[in-house]
């Protein structure tokens, strides 16, 4: 945390995000909705509780990729190296699922190059927990993306 918020330079009007910087990162719900929808079950939502945990988690994986791992990428790769580098990273974290780790590193490039345009975490964080959720209420046996489960958990 410490890397991360000593590696952004503090920013006037922070607070005063255009409706533009919060809806750019929402721009894959309706995909992430569509993915849901693949598998043909019924929506069901994992509750208020789990969607606030999930967004602190969210948060702070954004904040692990985008004010600590993206930045220093930037200083030793090329810009679009560095957003495809922090995106594969982002990919590999949730390894072995294959099918979460292809949407993972769309999903993490369109997001690092969301930050890279308006330097604002909130929205993406908020964005990432929106279309994770949305893809936790729609998994059924059909689905696409089978789990969200990562690691060993998946392997069972």
Same mark, same amino acid.
């Given at each position: 945390? &410490?890397?991360?918020?000593?590696?952004? *330079?503090?920013?006037?009007?922070?607070?005063?995000?255009?409706? +533009?910087?919060?809806?750019?990162?929402?721009?894959?719900?309706? =995909?992430?909705?569509?993915?849901? &929808?693949? #598998?043909?079950?019924?929506?069901?939502?994992? #509750? =208020?509780?789990?969607?606030?945990?999930? %967004?602190?988690?969210?948060?702070?994986? !954004?904040?692990?990729?985008? &004010?600590?791992?993206? *930045?220093?990428? !930037? &200083?030793?790769?090329?810009? #679009?190296? +560095?957003?495809?580098?922090?995106?594969?990273?982002?990919? %590999?974290?949730?390894?072995?699922?294959?099918?979460?780790? !292809?949407?993972?590193l769309l999903a993490e490039l369109y997001w690092a190059w969301c930050y890279r345009r308006d330097q604002r975490l909130l929205p993406i964080a908020v964005g990432h927990a929106a279309a994770a959720l949305l893809?936790?209420?729609?998994?059924?046996?059909?689905? %696409? =993306?089978?789990?969200?489960?990562?690691?060993?958990?998946?392997? !069972?």
């Amino acid at each position: 945390a &410490r890397l991360g918020w000593s590696s952004t *330079p503090a920013r006037q009007g922070e607070a005063a995000t255009g409706i +533009a910087r919060w809806l750019r990162p929402l721009a894959l719900l309706p =995909i992430a909705l569509l993915l849901a &929808r693949s #598998g043909h079950a019924r929506l069901i939502w994992p #509750g =208020i509780g789990h969607g606030l945990v999930y %967004l602190v988690w969210a948060l702070l994986q !954004q904040a692990l990729m985008l &004010r600590v791992v993206l *930045p220093r990428m !930037q &200083r030793s790769l090329p810009a #679009g190296l +560095a957003l495809l580098a922090t995106a594969g990273l982002f990919m %590999l974290l949730h390894a072995p699922n294959g099918e979460l780790m !292809q949407a993972c590193l769309l999903a993490e490039l369109y997001w690092a190059w969301c930050y890279r345009r308006d330097q604002r975490l909130l929205p993406i964080a908020v964005g990432h927990a929106a279309a994770a959720l949305l893809l936790q209420a729609g998994m059924g046996p059909q689905s %696409l =993306i089978r789990s969200l489960e990562v690691s060993a958990r998946f392997m !069972q």
